[in-house]
């Protein structure tokens, strides 16, 4: 099968960074106190009540007028509506801040890679509307402190969950890691398929657009990062 492999690789150049020391030392404790308490369930009930799902509906119908349906023939009477509702799921990361998920961390010890391999998710290429999905990649070397496994996988579902890119989608995750966790190193692989690139378009079903962010010791130290890509592509395939 024809596989079209786009890698931005860490040695293609300098990556933009903005955030990179601009991070004030004492972000965790103040986000630990703006959402004391803040359970996963409480966090999604909000993200999903600022969606304007009425304003939603009214735009699918519009759509359905457009294209020279009739949005009041049985099939479709109850479709903004299912629409409105799905939209306010893929797209609940944009009310959420995906910091609180690393406000828990803890003291541990460890000189070895935590990596999170195969994490899979679904969001949606800004340009086109179009959902990508896939599986992400995801280790650090902790510096003093370590975080719940699942918590990495909520920081990428978090992230994905608004109109996105990929590429920056991975140097998001990135850099959240690198800032909240400070670590010593941070790596995060993303391999995905563009529905915009498979249905419509250039028309290349099978496609993966690869997309990767090294920070820290996986930037720096080539004997690092090639341990992760053993880690991560090693015997599986
Ligand atoms: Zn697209």
């Not at 009739?70 to 109850?78: A, I, Q, T, Y």
């Not at 070397?141 to 991975?170: H, N």
Request: aromatic residues 4%.
């Amino acid at each position: 099968m024809m596989r079209e492999n786009r890698t931005v690789s860490d040695k293609t150049g300098p990556i933009s960074r903005a955030t990179e020391g601009t991070t004030a030392p004492a972000e965790s404790s103040a986000a630990a106190a703006r959402s004391p308490g803040d359970s996963a369930a409480e966090g999604e009930k909000k993200q999903l009540i600022k969606i304007d799902r009425p304003r939603i509906e009214r735009a699918v119908r519009e759509i359905l007028l457009a294209v020279g349906e009739n949005p009041d023939r049985e099939g479709l009477r109850e479709t903004p509506a299912r629409v409105a509702r799905m939209y306010a799921e893929l797209f609940a990361g944009l009310h959420d801040d995906p910091r609180r998920h690393l406000v828990k961390s803890f003291r541990e010890k460890c000189d070895e890679v935590v990596l999170v391999r195969d994490i899979s998710f679904n969001s949606m290429c800004e340009h086109h509307l179009m959902p990508f999905m896939g599986k992400a990649h995801v280790a650090y070397l902790p510096g003093s402190r370590v975080v719940g496994l699942s918590k990495l996988a909520r920081v990428v579902e978090s992230v994905a969950r608004r109109p996105q890119v990929q590429e920056r989608m991975t140097e998001q995750i990135a850099d959240l890691l690198q800032d909240e966790l400070r670590a010593r190193g941070v790596a995060v692989v993303i391999e995905a398929v563009h529905t915009c690139m498979t249905v419509r378009g250039v028309r290349k079903p099978g496609s993966l657009c690869v997309t990767s962010a090294m920070r820290g010791c996986f930037r720096n130290k080539a004997s690092t990062r090639a341990e992760l890509m053993t880690l991560i592509y090693g015997n599986h395939r």
